[in-house]
């Protein structure tokens, strides 16, 4: 009897975990809006607006940088905050290599046409976005749950969700299929349309790895400390010089440092908002 009731619990728990994840696909993030005690995390009562203003408006593509050195744990903490940075599921597709080897750091500034940001940045750092890591991702997602148990919808969703979402499968069996149910399924209702290709994953990893970019140079600039994004550069060497896996991309190099007195070339070019800006 012991033996059935085990088994019929399994069977139960099984039934019940399988309806509750149905229920929660009625939403594209799986979440249970109606359930009575969710989490919560209050907003900070008091942002000063005005500073967060300074920082973004005074940071600037500086091309000349002064032989100031920025401290390690100035680094570290501006990666920490790059690294919060809002990825799709969590997956954080994103890898930041901080060049300083002296041999490895003089080559790289070659491969970035030595550009005179590259030439005179205290620090170097290769900004890279990956399309295969989401696996590894994922169960670091499952791993490190910051909450003493894991909700299971989303242990089911980062062990068997995830890869139904992208992997696409040896000669892209898997995208193709994928991208033919979205098709029809998408005639009658609105459907998620991607990513179905290697292609479509790059597109997915560069905008993420560009989230994290922005708020690494962000963090610098409240640091006292200026950027200058590359995207001139030779992607192949820096590949092979870093010995980078097939499925990174080099979205950019950032030279750091601090800003010389003659660091900016030219006055920012500001258009008006109604140039991209619509409300529809």
Same mark, same amino acid.
């Given at each position: *009897?012991?033996?059935l009731n085990?088994e019929? &619990?399994?069977?139960?728990?099984?039934?019940? /975990?399988?309806?509750?994840?149905?229920?929660?696909?009625?939403?594209? /993030?799986?979440?249970?809006?109606?359930?009575?005690?969710?989490?919560?995390?209050? #907003?900070? !009562?008091?942002?000063?607006?005005? &500073?967060?203003?300074?920082?973004? !408006?005074?940071?600037?593509?500086?091309r000349?940088?002064?032989?100031?050195?920025?401290?390690?744990?100035?680094?570290?903490?501006?990666?920490?905050? #790059?690294?919060l940075?809002?990825?799709?599921?969590?997956?954080?597709?994103?890898?930041?290599y901080?060049?300083?080897?002296?041999?490895?750091?003089?080559?790289l500034?070659?491969m970035? *046409?030595?550009?005179?940001a @590259?030439?005179?940045? @205290? &620090?170097?750092?290769?900004?890279?976005? +990956?399309?295969?890591?989401?696996? /590894?991702? @994922?169960?670091?997602?499952?791993?490190?749950?910051?909450?003493?148990?894991m909700?299971?919808?989303?242990?089911t969703?980062?062990?068997?969700?995830?890869?139904?979402?992208?992997?696409?499968?040896?000669?892209?069996?898997?995208?193709?299929?994928?991208?033919l $149910?979205?098709t029809?399924?998408?005639?009658s +209702?609105?459907?998620?349309?991607?990513?179905?290709?290697e292609s479509?994953?790059?597109?997915? #990893?560069a905008?993420?790895?560009?989230? @994290?970019?922005?708020?690494?140079?962000? #963090? $610098?600039?409240?640091?006292?400390?200026?950027?200058?994004? *590359?995207?001139?550069m030779?992607?192949? +060497?820096?590949?092979?010089?870093?010995?980078?896996?097939? /499925?990174? &991309?080099?979205s *950019?190099?950032?030279?750091?440092?601090?800003?010389?007195?003659d660091?900016?070339f030219?006055?920012?070019?500001?258009?008006?908002?109604?140039?991209?800006?619509?409300?529809?």
């Amino acid at each position: *009897m012991n033996d059935l009731n085990v088994e019929h &619990e399994k069977e139960s728990t099984f039934v019940g /975990d399988l309806k509750d994840s149905l229920n929660r696909m009625k939403t594209i /993030d799986g979440y249970d809006y109606k359930a009575k005690e969710r989490y919560h995390e209050p #907003a900070p !009562e008091h942002v000063d607006f005005e &500073e967060f203003k300074k920082v973004v !408006e005074s940071r600037r593509s500086v091309r000349k940088f002064t032989d100031k050195k920025v401290p390690r744990e100035v680094i570290d903490d501006c990666l920490d905050l #790059a690294m919060l940075a809002p990825s799709s599921c969590n997956l954080q597709p994103w890898e930041f290599y901080v060049v300083q080897a002296p041999e490895k750091k003089a080559q790289l500034v070659e491969m970035c *046409m030595s550009q005179h940001a @590259a030439k005179t940045a @205290a &620090e170097l750092i290769v900004i890279v976005s +990956r399309t295969k890591s989401w696996p /590894d991702v @994922a169960k670091l997602n499952i791993e490190q749950w910051p909450q003493a148990e894991m909700p299971q919808h989303w242990k089911t969703f980062y062990k068997r969700g995830v890869p139904v979402s992208y992997w696409q499968g040896p000669l892209n069996i898997a995208g193709n299929a994928k991208k033919l $149910f979205a098709t029809v399924t998408g005639l009658s +209702r609105p459907i998620n349309r991607g990513p179905f290709s290697e292609s479509d994953m790059r597109v997915w #990893a560069a905008k993420s790895t560009a989230l @994290a970019a922005e708020n690494l140079m962000l #963090a $610098f600039r409240a640091h006292n400390f200026d950027s200058c994004p *590359m995207e001139g550069m030779d992607e192949k +060497r820096i590949k092979k010089l870093l010995n980078l896996p097939k /499925d990174a &991309e080099v979205s *950019m190099v950032l030279g750091v440092g601090e800003r010389a007195k003659d660091g900016v070339f030219f006055p920012r070019v500001k258009f008006t908002r109604e140039n991209f800006v619509h409300y529809c």
